[in-house]
Structures are given as C-alpha cells and as structure tokens.
C-alpha cells in the first residue's frame, strides 16, 4: 500500500512530510533512494534489502507530522531500527542552547545518552549513543536475563532557517546476549545520510553502490566505477536506478567521457578499458603503465596518469593505440586536458605540471596550494583544489600563473564547473561551496550534502556529488538550483 505525499504551507515555505514520493510500505528497493524531506532537513533512507517501512501518523509526541520507522529483521535473534522525527519546539528557537535543551527534553529520557564524536558531527548536529539491556527474551526467544542488548546511537539536528523545529535520527541495533553484534555499515550509512540543505535549493540523492571511486556523467547517463567490484555501473540521472553493471579490470578508478566512449583505469590491471555507451559493453582493453588512476579525453587523446609508473599515456582515441608515454619525475594523479594542455596533479607536492599535447613533453610547473589536489577546467581558467590548505586556486592557462586563491570549506576535494559557478567538495565538513569565477568569492552558505563528498560533476543548472562515507558507502547528491 503506498502512502500518499503529504504537503502544508509555513509561512511561505513549502513543507514535504515523509518522502519525496510514495514509499511501499514492504521491502525497500535500493534503487528507490530518494531523500525524505523535512522542512530544509533531509536523510537518505536505509539502503539494502529486507527493511520494513512503517510510517506512523499517531500523536504519540509533537510532531510536525509524523516518525518514519523503519524495521529489519535480521534472524529470530537480531533486528534493526532506524527512524526520524521531526520535533516543533515554538518558544526555544531563539535560545543559543537550542540542541542541548532539546537533547535534555527528547533523548535524556530514552535511557542514559552520552554525547559522542560531537566533533564529528554533521554540522547543526548532537551525535549521542547508548546501551539498553533488556529481561525481556527478545522475539520470545529464550535466554538467560538479561536475555537482549541494544545498542542506540543517533543525531539531533537544528536547522538555521527553520529554528523552531530540531530533527532526531536514530538506529539501533538489538540482539540477544551472546549473538555476534551487527556490523555497522547500514546505520552509520544512515545517519550519516542527513543533510540540512539551504531552503530554495533543491537536494536530492540516490545510492552511489559499495565502494564507488570514480563518477563521469555523459550519453544520458550517470557512470559509476565500484572498486572491489571490478565493475562500472550505468546511472539513470532521473531515476536513480541501476541501468548495467559492466565488468572491466581490477579497481577501476576515475573515468572519463568522450571521442564516443566511456574510458576507465584499471589501477590494479594496468589497463584502460573503453566502454561502448550504446551497448554497455567493453570493446577495448589498452596496456598501460602501471597504476592507471586517472584519464582525461581531448581532441582525439586519451590521456593517462600512471601513479606507480610515474608516467602518462596518451592513447589514439581512434585506433586504442598507446601513442607516447611520458615521463614526469613524479607521481601523478589527478588529471584534465583540453586542446591547448594537459594539466597533472604532482602528488603529495604543491605542483601541478602542465604538459604540452603538441612536444608530449611538460612545458610548465605550476605552484599552487598544499595536499591532495582535483583539477577542473571552465574555458578559460584551470581550477585546482588544495585539500591541506582549506582553497581552491585559479591558473590563468595564458600565462602559468596563480591568479586568485579562494578560501572554502575544510579539505576541498571534487571540483565542478557550470556557466555562472565554481563547485567545491568540502570533504571534511560534508558540505559543497558555491564560488562566483567573476569575482572568486564564495557565494551563500555552504550546502550540506552528507558524510565526506568526494568528487563533483555538473550538467547545466545541476550539479552531482559522490559522497564516500569511510571509502565504503556511496551516495549521489543532485543539486538543482
């Protein structure tokens, strides 16, 4: 049976209660990850099979609408919970203490909570855990007292443009005494999910897979590479479903789109494999040096960072020839190339190399900021992220230059390009940062989009983050504005 949307009006905000669409109420479908949405709040929720929804509309507390519970029965002597409520607290929305007073009046009587890892919480969050031991069998399953543990951990969350509300996410996992305790994927996944998005932009997110390590969007798609898999999943943009799992080599790393073809480095292969996107299938595989991480396509060249080789390949688009390999002196990564240069991050250095596609030799050293750098270019800048030093900094591609360095959010990663902005993952604060190139500034607050954005990619007025909580879980947030 599906639940109908739910709509009201605050003021002059639109308020979505539940999902962004009907749920069943059986068997979630990991496909079906769209965010539930609560007042600028949003969670992704549980991933994977077997979980139970059930919506509950009671007056049990006061709610702004209602719990969304969420059930998964793993045997007879195991089960898992997860649930968000959304709490209205009209008359403590101006108080600076607004978590605290809500911790003491909705989490301290669930037992004896303790703050956990609040630094490591979402921001606007409490983080708080807990262990509950029960003399009930638990499933009427007979055991010695106390016959069942729980272990209970979850967020509350306050929202800067919507202080008179404070969302709780929760999830336990319960077990009878001397069962193997549950591993913690699925609910750090969870809760890790949530994200408070600016009201007027819209967010949405799917499942990114197990172990996602590189996203390209292109020929109507999105394409996902799964590490341990060995394997590149196709993306419906729209719907968030899984299109073709296609296997390539071993830990396909970032991809790239382009001469009519899908191109992914096979890091422990040493290969590229060139997917055909209208078949789905593999219809080359090209050696190369060894640890292929990163390719870039343009005008006719696959270009290739051969980390453990400390080389680049270029590869004929046309005939899946290695045409020249070039040696760097160091170790390159992350990789982007138009006609006029192929621009290299130097690894663990302050150093981007920009090779000359004509000579196949590089022409320039670039000094740019400290740590792990993303390169992305907008036509006529080349923008690099400088995870170490908290900024993004702008070469002028005429000149070799650093001409403007902008602060953003904690450890910028993934960067992406649209007509009127820069797109930074902060990996560290789990938001994105919007930078106007006209005036290098950062424009609005930074957008929450979840657990460590990696990687970004932009399609118009849409923008794509692949968040990896713990290299593990993956999730895809769209960012429409």
Same mark, same amino acid.
């Given at each position: 049976?599906?639940?109908?949307?739910?709509?009201?009006?605050?003021?002059?905000?639109?308020?979505?209660?539940?999902?962004?669409?009907?749920?069943?109420?059986?068997?979630?479908?990991?496909?079906?990850?769209?965010?539930?949405?609560?007042?600028?709040?949003?969670?992704?929720?549980?991933?994977?099979?077997?979980?139970?929804?059930?919506?509950?509309?009671?007056?049990?507390?006061?709610?702004?609408?209602?719990?969304?519970?969420?059930?998964?029965?793993?045997?007879?002597?195991?089960?898992?919970?997860?649930?968000?409520?959304?709490?209205?607290?009209?008359?403590?929305?101006?108080?600076?203490?607004?978590?605290?007073?809500?911790?003491?009046?909705?989490?301290?009587?669930?037992?004896?909570?303790?703050?956990?890892?609040?630094?490591?919480?979402?921001?606007?969050?409490?983080?708080?855990?807990?262990?509950?031991?029960?003399?009930?069998?638990?499933?009427?399953?007979?055991?010695?007292?106390?016959?069942?543990?729980?272990?209970?951990?979850?967020?509350?969350?306050?929202?800067?443009?919507?202080?008179?509300?404070?969302?709780?996410?929760?999830?336990?996992?319960?077990?009878?005494?001397?069962?193997?305790?549950?591993?913690?994927?699925?609910?750090?996944?969870?809760?890790?999910?949530?994200?408070?998005?600016?009201?007027?932009?819209?967010?949405?997110?799917?499942?990114?897979?197990?172990?996602?390590?590189?996203?390209?969007?292109?020929?109507?798609?999105?394409?996902?590479?799964?590490?341990?898999?060995?394997?590149?999943?196709?993306?419906?943009?729209?719907?968030?479903?899984?299109?073709?799992?296609?296997?390539?080599?071993?830990?396909?790393?970032?991809?790239?789109?382009?001469?009519?073809?899908?191109?992914?480095?096979?890091?422990?292969?040493?290969?590229?494999?060139?997917?055909?996107?209208?078949?789905?299938?593999?219809?080359?595989?090209?050696?190369?040096?060894?640890?292929?991480?990163?390719?870039?396509?343009?005008?006719?060249? /696959? $270009? +290739? %960072?051969?980390?453990?080789?400390? =080389?680049? !390949?270029? *590869? &004929?688009?046309? #005939?899946?020839?290695?045409? @020249?390999?070039?040696?760097?002196?160091?170790?390159?990564?992350?990789?982007?190339?138009?006609?006029?240069?192929?621009?290299?991050?130097?690894?663990?250095?302050?150093?981007?190399?920009?090779?000359?596609?004509?000579?196949?030799?590089?022409?320039?050293?670039?000094?740019?900021?400290?740590?792990?750098?993303?390169?992305?270019?907008?036509?006529?800048? /080349? $923008? +690099? %992220?400088?995870?170490?030093?908290? =900024?993004? !900094?702008? *070469? &002028?591609?005429? #000149?070799?230059?650093?001409? @403007?360095?902008?602060?953003?959010?904690?450890?910028?990663?993934?960067?992406?390009?649209?007509?009127?902005?820069?797109?930074?993952?902060?990996?560290?604060?789990?938001?994105?940062?919007?930078?106007?190139?006209?005036?290098?500034?950062?424009?609005?607050?930074?957008?929450?989009?979840?657990?460590?954005?990696?990687?970004?990619?932009?399609?118009?007025?849409?923008?794509?983050?692949?968040?990896?909580?713990?290299?593990?879980?993956?999730?895809?947030?769209?960012?429409?504005?």
């Amino acid at each position: 049976m599906n639940r109908p949307l739910r709509c009201f009006a605050v003021g002059a905000l639109l308020v979505v209660i539940g999902c962004t669409g009907s749920h069943d109420s059986g068997v979630s479908d990991s496909s079906r990850a769209s965010r539930l949405e609560y007042l600028g709040f949003s969670i992704i929720p549980p991933q994977g099979k077997g979980w139970q929804h059930l919506p509950n509309q009671g007056a049990g507390r006061q709610l702004l609408g209602f719990d969304d519970l969420y059930i998964k029965a793993i045997s007879p002597n195991q089960i898992e919970h997860a649930y968000v409520v959304a709490h209205r607290i009209q008359g403590k929305s101006s108080s600076p203490r607004i978590l605290e007073e809500s911790f003491d009046q909705f989490i301290k009587p669930k037992g004896a909570p303790r703050i956990s890892s609040a630094g490591s919480a979402p921001p606007n969050c409490l983080g708080w855990q807990m262990t509950h031991e029960g003399t009930e069998p638990l499933r009427e399953v007979a055991s010695e007292q106390p016959s069942w543990i729980s272990k209970h951990r979850g967020y509350l969350c306050s929202h800067p443009d919507a202080p008179a509300y404070v969302i709780e996410s929760g999830y336990f996992d319960t077990f009878l005494r001397g069962a193997p305790s549950l591993a913690a994927g699925e609910g750090e996944s969870f809760l890790h999910g949530f994200a408070l998005a600016p009201l007027g932009v819209k967010v949405a997110q799917f499942t990114a897979g197990d172990q996602p390590r590189g996203v390209v969007l292109g020929d109507g798609a999105l394409w996902l590479t799964q590490d341990d898999a060995g394997a590149v999943s196709r993306i419906d943009p729209q719907t968030g479903s899984l299109v073709a799992a296609i296997p390539v080599g071993k830990k396909p790393a970032g991809l790239a789109i382009g001469a009519g073809a899908v191109w992914v480095p096979n890091w422990s292969s040493n290969t590229v494999s060139r997917i055909d996107p209208r078949t789905n299938y593999v219809t080359a595989t090209i050696s190369v040096g060894q640890g292929p991480n990163d390719v870039a396509v343009s005008n006719g060249s /696959v $270009w +290739v %960072s051969n980390q453990k080789s400390h =080389s680049l !390949s270029r *590869i &004929d688009a046309a #005939t899946n020839a290695v045409t @020249a390999t070039i040696p760097t002196g160091g170790i390159p990564v992350a990789i982007a190339a138009n006609d006029t240069g192929v621009w290299v991050e130097h690894l663990q250095t302050d150093e981007i190399w920009r090779v000359d596609p004509g000579t196949n030799q590089i022409a320039n050293t670039i000094h740019v900021g400290q740590g792990r750098h993303i390169i992305v270019l907008d036509g006529s800048a /080349v $923008w +690099v %992220s400088n995870n170490s030093d908290n =900024s993004v !900094s702008k *070469i &002028d591609p005429a #000149t070799n230059r650093v001409i @403007a360095t902008v602060a953003v959010g904690r450890a910028p990663s993934g960067l992406a390009v649209t007509a009127d902005a820069l797109w930074v993952a902060n990996f560290s604060d789990g938001t994105v940062s919007r930078v106007d190139p006209r005036t290098n500034r950062v424009v609005g607050q930074p957008i929450p989009v979840g657990e460590s954005p990696f990687l970004m990619i932009a399609d118009g007025r849409t923008v794509w983050v692949l968040c990896v909580w713990h290299w593990t879980n993956g999730t895809l947030s769209q960012i429409s504005y």
